[in-house]
Each structure stands twice: as structure tokens, then as C-alpha cells.
């Protein structure tokens, strides 16, 4: 039996519902349906009354949904007491953040936070949108820096988590430039002749908010896919060596464009062709019981103070990638 079923579980017999269960655990509903029906094979009895809607739990199921509140607990104490043991650890902020975050926002974001905030320890942990969101779920991490779009929100229940707002960050075209400083490839290009794309692979999340973007456009847009990875920076390395264009950040994007080595791909006299995204921090609410969590962790729980009184007075610590 795997830890993430009990917490499936869990989560059903509170929502009472698999979609809405699937949404709050970031899988697909077939997936999680998968997991309880692998839970009940594992308990040898049917846990779940599917004959009724709101789903209702069977008397086995009630029996385990009490006795999993309790496990998990024991669980998440024991990793609270072990991570304590280490010294180093009681101080060390451990931050899940997205690939494209991490090499941009992150670096200079703690810079500044530092000149604030003061000196802190941090361990970074880079995945992409999906997995970093799972690793605060499980609660893998202290705290989630990740982008927020509400036509594609990241779906953490308001009731379980803290957020706050540290910025805003600009998703446009960006093509290498020619010898007149033109875009090398200049939106929105022909029919006959459809630019070189450089797109996101399927289920990278700027990928999806890049799709929202192109459907938008007031003008039809030609291009053909010619390259494809689920990293920005893999998308930036291409487009500097004039292999298409390609939507990024403005954090991704800054020092390439101060240099000219890159613009952005609309010319003159076309309407800007960009989004703007939310960077959000994010951390589960500390439950009342979590008293040797919370002492292990006063570092963590004392940056998300500072965070949510700068916040609170208007003055988010971020890199504004608005153009």
C-alpha cells in the first residue's frame, strides 16, 4: 500500500466526490479512481458506496477513513520529529519552484528578500508545475513559488493552504533579431509560409497558458511547430540561434533583450501579443497539533509572516516582468 492512497482516500470521503477529489490531488480522474480501486484491493473489501451520489463510504471505509486520519498523522509527526534531529535542517527553508522560476525568479527574488528580510537558509528543489505542486501537497516542502493564471489556476484548496501574491510575470513572443534589429521571425507570419515554432511539449504548464495566448490573438497566427521541450530555458537556447520563435517569460528573457539578442516577435504597428501571469507562494496551513513541525520550523513560519505583512502593505518583493 502506498501513503499517496491514504490520502486519496481521505480527500474522497471528504469531498465526496472522485472529480472533485482528482482536481484537489492533481491527477487525473481515471487516476485516482485507479489508486481507490488499488486501496480497496489492498483492504479486500469494497470502501467506497458507488451506487450513490455524493459518494458515500461503505462501514469498512468509515472504519478506515478514521483509522487513516490517524496514520497519516503519526506519519507526518514522525517526519517532523526526523527532519528535526538534523541541526542543519531546523533552519533550512526548502522551497519546491518550476524549472523556469528557478533559473529566473528564484535567484534574484532571494537577493532582494535577503536586503530585507535577512540572511536565511534555503534548499531548492526544481520540478516541473506538476510535481512541485504535488511536493507541497505531500508536504515535501516548506514553501511553493509557482506561477497562477486564472484561465489555468493551480488548484490548492483555500481552506488547507496560505497564499500570496509576490508578483507578476509577462508570457510573450521573443524571436532572435536580424542585422536591422527586426524580428527574425515576425509574427504573425503566411499561409504559405508559416514561421518556425518553438513550442512547449504537451502538459508543460506555460504551455498551456502559450495555447490561451495564440487563441486570443486578433490576427490568424501561422506557425509550424518545428521543436518542442517542457523547459523555457531549453526554448530561449533555440530561439538565440535563430531556430524560431518562441513564447517566454520576461524574467527568462531580460538580459538577452538588453543585449539585442533577442526581440519581441510582433513589428511595429501589431497589438502586443502577451499574458500576464501571477507568481504565487504558497504553504499548507499549519494545523493546530503540528506544534514540533512549527518549532523546526520557525524560519519558514517567520519568512511567511514577512511575506504576508509585505503583501499586506503593497509592497510585493518580486521581478515585475511587465513591458
Not at 505531500?138 to 493551480?154: F, K, M, N
Not at 506555460?206 to 530555458?233: F, N, P, W
Not at 502586443?272 to 504565487?280: V, Y
Amino acid at each position: 500500500m502506498e501513503t499517496k492512497w491514504l490520502e486519496d482516500f481521505v480527500s474522497l470521503a471528504e469531498t465526496r466526490s472522485f472529480s472533485r477529489s482528482a482536481q484537489l490531488r492533481h491527477v487525473t480522474q481515471p487516476a485516482f479512481s485507479r489508486r481507490i480501486q488499488a486501496l480497496e484491493a489492498w483492504a479486500g473489501t469494497d470502501l467506497v458506496d458507488r451506487s450513490s451520489y455524493p459518494t458515500r463510504l461503505t462501514a469498512a471505509g468509515k472504519t478506515l477513513y478514521d483509522q487513516a486520519l490517524e496514520m497519516l498523522q503519526a506519519l507526518h509527526n514522525t517526519r517532523s520529529t526526523l527532519r528535526a534531529h538534523g541541526s542543519s535542517s531546523q533552519d533550512m527553508i526548502e522551497f519546491a519552484v518550476p524549472h523556469t522560476l528557478a533559473f529566473t525568479f528564484f535567484p534574484a527574488w532571494v537577493s532582494s528578500l535577503r536586503s530585507q528580510f535577512g540572511p536565511f537558509k534555503s534548499r531548492l528543489i526544481a520540478l516541473n508545475v506538476h510535481d512541485a505542486v504535488m511536493r507541497l501537497v505531500e508536504g515535501s516542502c516548506d514553501l511553493l513559488i509557482t506561477y497562477h493564471h486564472a484561465s489555468q489556476p493551480v488548484q490548492l484548496d483555500a481552506q488547507r493552504y496560505d497564499m500570496v501574491v509576490l508578483g507578476q510575470e509577462v508570457l510573450a513572443p521573443y524571436s532572435k533579431p536580424d542585422a536591422q534589429g527586426e524580428p527574425l521571425h515576425a509574427l504573425p507570419g503566411r499561409v504559405a509560409q508559416p514561421l518556425p515554432y518553438l513550442g512547449y511539449a504537451p502538459g508543460a504548464y506555460l504551455g498551456g497558458l502559450t495555447d490561451i495566448l495564440l487563441k486570443q490573438a486578433t490576427s490568424t497566427i501561422h506557425l509550424d511547430r518545428v521543436y518542442e521541450t517542457d523547459m523555457a530555458e531549453g526554448l530561449k537556447a533555440m530561439a538565440l540561434e535563430g531556430h524560431g520563435l518562441a513564447f517566454l517569460p520576461f524574467s527568462a528573457v531580460e538580459r538577452d533583450l538588453g543585449k539585442g539578442r533577442l526581440v519581441r516577435a510582433e513589428p511595429a504597428g501589431m497589438p502586443a501579443l502577451e499574458l500576464t501571469m501571477d507568481i504565487r507562494a504558497c504553504r499548507d496551513k499549519p494545523a493546530a497539533k503540528e506544534t514540533g513541525r512549527e518549532s523546526s520550523k520557525s524560519a519558514a513560519q517567520a519568512l511567511w509572516d514577512f511575506l504576508q505583512n509585505a503583501t499586506t502593505h503593497s509592497t510585493p518583493i518580486s521581478h515585475n516582468g511587465a513591458t
